[in-house]
């Protein structure tokens, strides 16, 4: 079955400390990979995205993601992680059509 | 450029009551996609409209529907509303039909008591 998976459901991070989330997806071929973050009662805003090319993809408001094929994975990066970061990040992929797959989220809570 | 655009920003219906919800996508987009957000199921695809005609269809049943205009705008109706059907509703929009990052609205608050 085509499905993300985002293991982590809750992590907690100082302030200034790097951050890495994880995202493994299932799909019998390349899937479009996006990390998506939903601020409490907003909607989702794109933070990144991966097509083809270069597998290390760079984001905004300083996240990064590296697409790995041998293991599925798509983890989301910032080296250092800001108060303001604070939220929920969706992983989330289509096999190139617009129906997205999202996994359940990682919430993120800065500790300062 | 303004972003998607989705009203009314919250709803409160009684079960049995019928809502439509409206979305209107970036200037220039095509394709509209519609999914529901729940604490217990997640982000789940309603259906996606691309030119008016739904090209997708998720796994929800018929009292789900929607529409989509010739100026792309588009509108999701749902009947017979149950408990089950309170959720944040969002709306995405897109250039294309495919291969093209989605934008989200900041969505629909329904609550149905």
């Known amino acids: 079955a085509q499905s993300v998976t985002q293991p982590d459901i809750h992590i907690t991070v100082s302030e200034g400390a790097s951050l890495e989330l994880r995202c493994n997806y299932s799909y019998g071929a390349t899937p479009y990979l996006f990390w998506y973050v939903q601020s409490p009662g907003q909607g989702l805003q794109l933070l990144l995205k991966?097509?083809?090319?270069?597998?290390l993809v760079q984001g905004i408001k300083g996240f990064e993601a590296e697409f790995k094929r041998s293991q599925s994975s798509f983890n989301l990066r910032k080296p250092s992680v800001h108060w303001s970061d604070a939220a929920e990040y969706f992983c989330a992929f289509t096999g190139g059509g617009n129906k997205l797959t999202f996994g359940t989220g990682t919430q993120l809570k800065v500790e300062l | 450029k303004a972003g998607v655009t989705q009203t009314p920003r919250y709803l409160i219906k009684t079960r049995g009551q019928q809502v439509t919800l409206s979305c209107s996508p970036i200037s220039g987009h095509r394709s509209v996609s519609w999914y529901q957000q729940t604490p217990g199921q997640g982000l789940q695809f309603l259906f996606e409209?691309?030119?008016?005609?739904?090209?997708n269809k998720g796994n929800f049943p018929g009292r789900f529907s929607g529409r989509q205009f010739s100026n792309s705008r588009s509108e999701m109706n749902v009947s017979t509303l149950e408990l089950g059907d309170s959720a944040l509703y969002l709306c995405a929009s897109s250039l294309g039909a495919g291969g093209n990052e989605q934008f989200f609205g900041p969505g629909t608050r329904l609550t149905v008591l």
């Open positions: 409209y691309f030119s008016e005609t739904q090209r």
């Open positions: 991966y097509f083809s090319g270069d597998t």
